[in-house]
C-alpha cells in the first residue's frame, strides 16, 4: 500500500537536545511537506521541498532544518534552538500540482521534558 | 486578515442531525476545495474535493462551493458519533503551484 510513514508516533526529548523526526513516502511523489500544529492554531508550515536537494522555508522554520536528499524521505530535525518544540508535527508529500490535496503521515507527537 | 477563514467551534450536535461546517476565502484565484478530516492524534485524511463551483456528494457527505461569494461548505447528514472529529478546510490556485492553504478547523462532536 503507497502511503507516507513517520516515526516515532511518539518523541521525548530533554531540552538543549537535538531530535530527528522522520519522514518517508512511496507514493513517488515530488513534493514534501513539515507542519506543526498546536491547539487552537490550525497547520503551519515548517519546510517544504519540491524536488531532490532543494527545500524552502515556511512560515516557522526557525530553530528547524531539513534535507532531501532521497525523493522518499524528508527527516525534519528540531534543533535546541526551537523555544517550544513540544507539539505535534505532520509530514505530508503531493504531487508537483495540487489537484487532489496532500497526504499526510499520521503525525508524531514530541514532548520536550 | 488570513486567506482562509474557518470557524474554530466546537460544534457539537445530537446523532442524526445535519452538520453544515463553512470556510470563507478572500483569494478569487482559488480553484480546488477539500475537506480534510482529522480524528485526535492522527492524520488528516482527505474526505471531499471539489473543483470549481458547484456541489459534489458522496454518501452522508456533500460539500458546496459558491465561488461568487467565496464560501464553501460541507454538510453530514445523519450525523454518527464516529463523525466527531476536526474538519479542516483547504484550498489551491492549482496550475504549476502546488501550495495548499488550510483553515484552522472545526471541531465537531457528535453526541449519541
Known amino acids: 500500500d503507497g502511503g507516507i510513514t513517520q516515526s516515532p508516533k511518539y518523541l521525548f526529548r530533554k531540552e538543549g537536545q537535538n531530535v530527528t523526526l522522520s519522514c518517508e513516502q512511496n507514493l513517488n511523489h515530488d513534493a514534501m511537506y513539515w507542519y506543526r500544529q498546536d491547539p487552537g492554531q490550525g497547520l503551519r508550515l515548517i519546510y517544504y521541498?519540491?524536488?531532490?536537494?532543494?527545500?524552502q522555508k515556511g512560515d516557522i522554520a526557525e530553530g528547524y532544518s531539513v534535507s532531501r536528499e532521497k525523493k522518499e524521505s524528508f527527516p525534519l530535525t528540531v534543533t535546541s534552538a526551537q523555544k517550544n518544540p513540544t507539539a505535534f508535527y505532520l509530514c505530508?508529500?503531493?504531487?508537483?500540482?495540487?489537484?487532489?490535496?496532500?497526504?499526510f503521515g499520521s503525525g508524531t507527537r514530541l514532548t520536550v521534558v | 486578515q488570513k486567506e482562509v477563514e474557518q470557524d474554530p467551534g466546537p460544534l457539537s450536535v445530537p446523532e442524526g442531525a445535519i452538520v453544515s461546517l463553512n470556510c470563507t476565502y478572500s483569494n478569487s484565484a482559488f480553484q480546488y476545495f477539500m475537506w480534510y478530516r482529522q480524528y485526535s492524534r492522527k492524520g488528516p485524511e482527505l474526505l471531499m474535493y471539489?473543483?470549481?463551483?458547484g456541489n459534489k456528494e458522496d454518501g452522508r457527505f456533500t460539500a458546496q462551493v459558491d465561488k461568487s461569494s467565496k464560501y464553501i461548505s460541507l454538510f453530514i447528514r445523519d450525523s454518527q458519533p464516529s463523525d466527531s472529529a476536526t474538519y479542516l478546510c483547504?484550498?489551491?490556485?492549482?496550475?504549476?503551484?502546488?501550495?495548499?492553504?488550510f483553515g484552522t478547523g472545526t471541531l465537531l462532536a457528535v453526541q449519541p
Open positions: 505530508a508529500s503531493s504531487p508537483k500540482t495540487v489537484v487532489y490535496g496532500y497526504t
Open positions: 483547504a484550498m489551491s490556485v492549482g496550475g504549476a503551484t502546488n501550495k495548499l492553504i
Open positions: 471539489t473543483y470549481s463551483s
Open positions: 521541498s519540491q524536488i531532490v536537494n532543494d527545500f
